[in-house]
C-alpha cells in the first residue's frame, strides 16, 4: 500500500525544527519562562517518581500477587481458561484493528495506510509493556512468555489483516463484528464454566478480571436500555414518557452507592432465598440499570440534536415510524451523543471501585484485601500506583477507541492523517 | 384455591420485610420465628444447619482487609483470626475447614447479610454492644468474645511521653469517624486534659502523617497500633501506652432467629478455649483422642472429644465436632499465635487474651 508523505507542505517552507520548538514553548519571554519553570517541576516529579520506584518501592508485593490482582482467587487449576480467553480476545483484536485499515469508509478516499502514526504508536506501547513489564516485576518465565505470545498474537494479526484483509469479501467483514458477541458469550462460558467445564463460582472471580467483566457486561446491556429510555422519554404515549422520565429521574437522583447497598443488601429480604442473584450479578444489574439512566439522558441531547426535517423527510419517503427512527434519526443521534456516551462508559468502568465498598472483590477491593496481608503491611503506594496506571491504561484506552471512532464515523471530515 | 395461594406467597414474602425493618431498628418488635428452629432433647431441629448441610459450605462473612484477622494471601487463600473462627465453624459442622465460603462484608452491610440468610455466620471483628445483641436493635445472637480490643495509644519512645497526662495540648492523630475518636476524648477530658485532633479518613494517611512528625501520638484499635507498627522502619522506637481508653470486645454472630444455630457456634467457639485449657493442640489431638480412647479415667476428655456421651448431638453436631475443628485450626491459644501473636508478623501481646488461668479473661463452661 502506498505510504503518502506526511506534509503537503514542501520542505524548503518549513520552518526549521528549532525554530519551531522556539514558537511553541517560547513566542515570549515570559511564555518562555512558564515553560522552563512547568519543565523543570515536571522533571523534578518524574524523578522523584523514578527514584522511589528503583530504590525504595518494593515490588516483591506485586511479583507475588500478580496473578491475584489480575483474576483474584480464580482457581489456579482452571486459570488456563482464562489464558484462552486472552489469546482469543488478543486474536480477534488484531483482526478487527487491522480490517478497519484495510477497509477505511467508502465515503473517504479509499486509500488506507497500513501503519498510520497513531497505530505506530500504539503498536510500540503494545510491545513494549509485554516485553518491558513482566521483565521488570521478574515473573515466572511461563508467565512472561505468556504475556509476549499475546502481545505478537495481537500485532502478526493486526498486520496480516492489514495487509490481505481488502482481499476479504464485504459480507465476511460483517462476519467478523458479529464475532464480538460470539466471543464475548463464549468468554462468559469459559470463566464461569457449565456445559463441561468445572463451575467457577461467580464469587471467586476477582482483580482486573472481575472488573472489566462487570464494566463491559454493564456497558454492553446499558446502552441498548439507554437507548429505549431516550426514546421512551421523548415518546407521544403518556405512560411510556412518565415511566421513563420517572426511571431516569429517580436512577440520577439516588448516588451509585445507596443503589449498590439497596441491591445488595434489600433484594436479599424481597426475593424467596436462592431467587436473588448471587452478588456479582446484582452488582452488575444495578450497574446496568444507573448507567442506563446516564446514557439516556445522553442519547436523548443526540435526539434532540437532528432536526426534525430529517424524520419528516424519512417518513415521506415512505418509511414506517420505526424504520424512519431505526435508520435515520438514531444513527445520526448516536454519532452526535458518542463523545458524551464515552465519557459515562469511563465514568461507569471508574464506578466499579465502588464494588470493592460494597465488598466485591474488584479490583480496587483485590489490592485492598492484598494490603491487609501481613506480609505485606506498609506496600500500599506502591499497590496503589499500580492501581493509578491500570485504570488510567483502561480509560485511556476507551478514549482513543472511542476518538477513532468518532474520526471514522464523521462524514464530514478529511481522511485522517492517522 | 389459585387466588388463596398467591395471597399466602404474599403474606410469606412479607414475613422478611418485617425481619428487615427489625434489623434496621425502625421496629420495636423482633418479627419473631420466622423459619426459627426448634431444639428438642436429642433430635435437634434447625433450619440454618439444614441449609448449610444440604449446600455443603458456610456462607462467612469477613472483613476481608484488616491485617491478621482476615486478608487474602498470594495463593488466594484466605488467612486470619477470624478466618480460622469460620474454619473451626464449618470444620465442627461440615467436617471440613475448606467448606467455607467467604464473603467480603463492610460494617454497614454486616447485620442486615446475617439477618437475610446472606452468611451464615459472621465473624468480622465485630464489637458486642447491647444494641447489636438485643431484639429491638440488630437482632444478633453473638458467640462468646474471643478478642478483647481496646483503644490505645502510640508515642515514639525518644518523646519520652509514658501517659495520657504527656499528651496535653499535643496534636493527636486519629481515624475520622472511628470509635477511637470518641474514647479519646472522653478519656482526656475525664481528666481535665486538651489536645490537638488531627484527623485522618485512611489508616494509610494517619500513620504516614504520624510517621513524618506531625502528630505526638496516634490513636486507635490496639491491635490496628501493633500491626501498623510492624511497618515501620524502627518498631522499636515507638511504645503503645498501657491506657486501655475503652472496652472492644470482639466476637462472631449468627441470626437470633435460629437459637439452635447460635447455640452450635457458641460451644464451637468455646470448644477452641477449651481445647487451649485442657492442652489439646493441632498437632497432638490425635493422640489424645487415642488416649482418651483406652484410658476410661480421662472423664472429662471423653466428653470433651465426644469418645463418651453424646455432647455433640445435643447440639444437633456430630459427636466429635471438637476433634474436628481442632484438626481444622487447632486451639484457642495457636490461632492467636498463627494470625497475630508470636507466630505472626504483628506480634501482638495477648493481653487479655489469655485464659482465665493465666490472668486472662477467656473462659470457657464445662462441657457436661
Sequence with gaps: MPQPGLADTPSSLRPSPLRRLQRSLAPTVADGLLSLGLIALLLWVGLQLASWAIGRADWAVLQLNSMLLLVGRYPLAEQWRLWLLAGLLAVQAGLSWGLLRAWPRADRSLQGWLWPRHDRIAALCVGLLALLLPAALQLALPLQARWWLLAAALLALRWAAGRWGTRLHRHQLRLVGLLWPVLYLAGLWLIGGGLGLPRVASGDWGGLLLTLLLASFAMALSFPLGVLLALGRRSSLPLLRWGSVVYIEFIRGAPLITLLFIGQNILGFLLPSGLAPDRVWRAAWVLIFFAAAYLAEAVRSGLAAVPRGQLEAARSLGLSQAQALVQVVIPQALRVALPTMVGQFIALLQDTTLLSLIGLLDLLGTARGIMANPEFLGHSSELYLVLAVLYWGCCASLGLGSRALERRLDPRSEPTRG | ?368
Design chain 2, 1 to 368: 384455591m389459585k387466588g388463596f395461594e398467591t395471597v399466602l406467597r404474599r403474606l410469606k414474602a412479607l414475613v422478611p420485610l418485617a425481619l428487615l425493618l427489625a434489623a434496621s431498628g425502625c421496629a420495636n418488635d423482633s418479627g419473631g420465628g420466622a423459619g426459627g428452629g426448634v431444639a428438642g432433647g436429642s433430635g435437634v431441629r434447625s433450619a440454618h444447619m439444614e441449609a448449610i448441610r444440604s449446600r455443603g459450605q458456610l456462607s462467612c462473612g469477613v472483613d476481608g482487609q484488616v491485617a491478621g484477622f482476615s486478608s487474602v494471601g498470594a495463593d488466594g487463600r484466605y488467612r486470619g483470626f477470624d478466618v480460622d473462627v469460620c474454619r473451626a465453624v464449618a470444620a465442627a459442622l461440615l467436617g471440613s475447614g475448606e467448606k467455607v465460603e467467604f464473603r467480603n462484608l463492610t460494617a454497614t452491610q454486616r447485620f442486615p447479610a446475617v439477618a437475610s440468610g446472606e452468611v451464615d455466620l459472621l465473624s468480622r471483628n465485630t464489637t458486642v454492644t447491647l444494641g447489636r445483641d438485643a431484639p429491638g436493635g440488630n437482632g444478633m445472637s453473638f458467640a462468646p468474645v474471643l478478642f478483647h480490643d481496646g483503644v490505645g495509644v502510640m508515642v515514639p519512645v525518644a518523646s519520652g511521653i509514658t501517659n495520657l497526662a504527656g499528651l496535653q495540648g499535643r496534636p493527636i492523630c486519629l481515624l475520622s469517624g472511628a470509635t477511637s475518636e470518641q474514647a479519646l476524648t472522653d478519656a482526656m477530658r475525664r481528666d481535665n486534659h486538651s489536645y490537638v485532633p488531627l484527623k485522618f479518613s485512611t489508616i494509610d494517611e494517619m500513620f504516614g502523617a504520624y510517621q513524618q512528625g506531625r502528630c505526638a501520638a496516634a490513636s486507635i484499635d490496639r491491635s490496628a497500633l501493633a500491626a501498623q507498627r510492624t511497618t515501620f522502619a524502627d518498631p522499636a522506637a515507638h511504645r503503645i501506652l498501657p491506657d486501655v481508653l475503652s472496652k472492644e470486645p470482639l466476637g462472631p454472630a449468627t441470626a437470633q432467629a435460629d437459637p439452635a444455630w447460635a447455640d452450635a457456634v457458641r460451644w464451637i467457639v468455646y470448644a477452641l478455649i477449651e481445647a487451649e485449657d485442657q492442652g489439646i493442640t493441632q498437632a497432638n489431638v490425635k493422640a489424645k483422642l487415642a488416649e482418651a480412647r483406652t484410658n476410661p479415667k480421662l472423664a472429662d476428655r471423653r466428653r470433651f472429644l465426644g469418645v463418651e456421651g453424646n455432647l455433640g448431638s445435643q447440639l444437633g453436631l456430630p459427636d466429635d465436632f471438637v476433634v474436628k475443628a481442632i484438626t481444622a485450626v487447632g486451639n484457642y491459644g495457636e490461632i492467636y499465635s498463627r494470625n497475630v501473636g508470636d507466630g505472626s508478623p504483628l506480634k501482638i501481646t495477648p493481653g487479655p487474651n489469655r485464659l482465665w488461668k493465666d490472668g486472662g479473661l477467656l473462659v470457657s463452661p464445662p462441657f457436661r
